[in-house]
């Protein structure tokens, strides 16, 4: 397949009824002359909008939905891009298809969920975002609200991403911010951007139209107003290769941060969590020997982070540890477990504490979100009733697959 040569949108006014929202989609099609290969893009959720109480229905149409897009592709040589929910592992996404005549080549899920239209009420986030290598080169994808997290697009684009396909149903109230970010997420990434946006109205809201598709300098080649509108224009793929030739701001990728900045005293944490909180980061806490590091670890302090926005691992001292395992452990000091918890992507910050318990240690931080092993009853987890009366949460996690500190050890010193 040849490279695309123009990009496209297509905005509408999404129906309460699914029906005539295809019939929208066929009729611009049949009623548009559009060059082959070119790539259209959709609003979010351009199907059936956010409509809840069907959203179990709407899962269930989704794949013969992907499959008429499919034959809108084949009929008129097209590449077709929007959002539809999505049945995952770990429950429905707002995923962003992209359809060619072949069937899906590219999916990206939603990253950040809205809560002011109680969308993390009835969606689940995405935990992975990957730029997709295809034939018609590498695509993004980012759905509305993404669009504010400028990380998003640029590990997309640094996995070489030459195309950003953004899908919103985005208010008229904030549209400004709208076309700014469009253009910022091509200037900052030097790619092309299809931004496809909805219009119309649903329960006082209006939506703003103002699709946009823009070129690597930021340049608008085309710009939709507040009506029913497909239009598309032409793109020069070497347009990015001439401009990076100048200066390439998604190349450089320098590794500047120092990990073990991210071991706090007590002291030291205390008001840099206040800070967090003020920011309106969700704290979680969890705590453990974490002698010899292992997969286990990984995993729980991986889900443990996503239960929130900054994880906070207290982490038992030498001196505790000999206390609660005998004399033989810890086999690691606390200095060097506490570097390699630092290094660790999902731990924001690690805190040393010498007591039997991590009791003061929670008290003075007071978390959010207090995390245990699925092993600990809530009702005996430490902190927890200090925590819940703060107005916080306790939460479990179930250890996957069988790794022991311990066992670990034993079979060391067998061998």
């Keep these: 397949m040849p490279s695309p040569s123009h990009i496209g949108f297509l905005q509408f006014d999404i129906s309460a009824?699914?029906?005539?929202?295809?019939?929208?989609?066929q009729q611009h099609l049949a009623e548009?002359?559009?060059?082959?290969?070119?790539?259209?893009?959709?609003?979010e959720l351009w199907y059936s909008g956010f409509n809840y109480?069907?959203?179990?229905?709407?899962?269930?149409?989704t794949k013969a939905i992907l499959s008429q897009l499919q034959t809108l592709c084949q009929k008129y040589q097209l590449i077709l891009a929007g959002s539809l929910p999505s049945r995952e592992d770990n429950g429905i996404c707002n995923t962003l298809y992209v359809v060619d005549q072949s069937g899906v080549i590219a999916a990206f899920a939603k990253q950040h969920l809205f809560g002011?239209?109680?969308?993390?009420?009835?969606?689940t986030p995405a935990t992975t975002l990957q730029a997709v290598c295809t034939e018609y080169g590498t695509l993004a994808g980012l759905?509305?609200?993404?669009?504010?997290?400028?990380?998003?697009?640029k590990q997309q684009t640094q996995q070489g991403a030459e195309l950003l396909i953004v899908c919103g149903q985005w208010p008229r109230a904030r549209i400004d911010h709208w076309r700014i970010l469009l253009q910022a997420r091509a200037i900052e990434n030097q790619v092309h951007?299809?931004?496809?946006?909805?219009?119309?109205?649903?329960?006082?809201?209006?939506?703003?139209?103002?699709?946009?598709?823009?070129?690597?300098?930021?340049?608008?080649?085309?710009?939709?107003?507040?009506?029913?509108?497909?239009?598309?224009?032409p793109i020069l793929p070497q347009t990015r290769q001439e401009l990076q030739k100048n200066f390439n701001t998604v190349g450089p990728k320098p590794w500047r941060v120092a990990d073990s900045n991210?071991?706090?005293?007590?002291?030291?944490?205390?008001?840099?969590?206040?800070?967090?909180?003020?920011?309106?980061?969700?704290?979680?806490?969890?705590?453990?020997?974490?002698?010899?590091?292992?997969?286990?670890?990984?995993?729980?302090?991986?889900?443990?982070?996503?239960?929130?926005?900054?994880?906070?691992?207290?982490?038992?001292?030498?001196?505790?540890?000999?206390?609660?395992?005998?004399?033989?452990?810890?086999?690691?000091k606390e200095n060097s477990r506490a570097r390699l918890l630092a290094a660790l992507g999902c731990v924001d910050h690690v805190v040393i504490f010498g007591d039997d318990t991590p009791l003061r240690l929670i008290t003075s931080l007071m978390p959010n979100i207090l995390v245990k092993g699925a092993d600990w009853p809530i009702d005996q987890i430490v902190g927890g009733k200090e925590v819940i009366a703060a107005g916080g949460e306790v939460?479990?996690?179930?250890?996957?697959?069988?790794?022991?500190?311990?066992?670990?050890?034993?079979?060391i010193r067998k061998k």
């Design 17 to 25: 009824s699914p029906a005539d929202n295809l019939h929208t989609l």
């Design 32 to 43: 548009h002359v559009v060059p082959p290969q070119t790539f259209i893009a959709l609003p």
């Design 53 to 61: 109480d069907t959203l179990a229905k709407q899962v269930s149409e």
């Design 116 to 123: 002011p239209m109680q969308e993390d009420r009835h969606f």
């Design 143 to 153: 759905v509305c609200y993404d669009l504010r997290f400028p990380e998003l697009a």
């Design 193 to 233: 951007v299809i931004g496809c946006n909805r219009i119309g109205s649903t329960d006082g809201t209006e939506f703003g139209g103002h699709s946009m598709l823009i070129d690597p300098n930021g340049v608008i080649l085309a710009e939709g107003g507040d009506i029913p509108l497909l239009h598309h224009a």
């Design 262 to 332: 991210k071991v706090y005293s007590l002291a030291r944490l205390i008001p840099t969590i206040h800070q967090a909180k003020q920011n309106g980061q969700r704290v979680v806490f969890t705590n453990g020997c974490f002698d010899i590091l292992h997969e286990g670890h990984v995993t729980y302090l991986e889900a443990a982070r996503r239960q929130g926005d900054c994880l906070v691992v207290g982490l038992n001292s030498d001196a505790s540890i000999s206390s609660i395992k005998g004399p033989g452990r810890p086999m690691n």
């Design 395 to 411: 939460k479990t996690i179930e250890f996957v697959g069988d790794f022991s500190t311990t066992g670990l050890i034993e079979q």
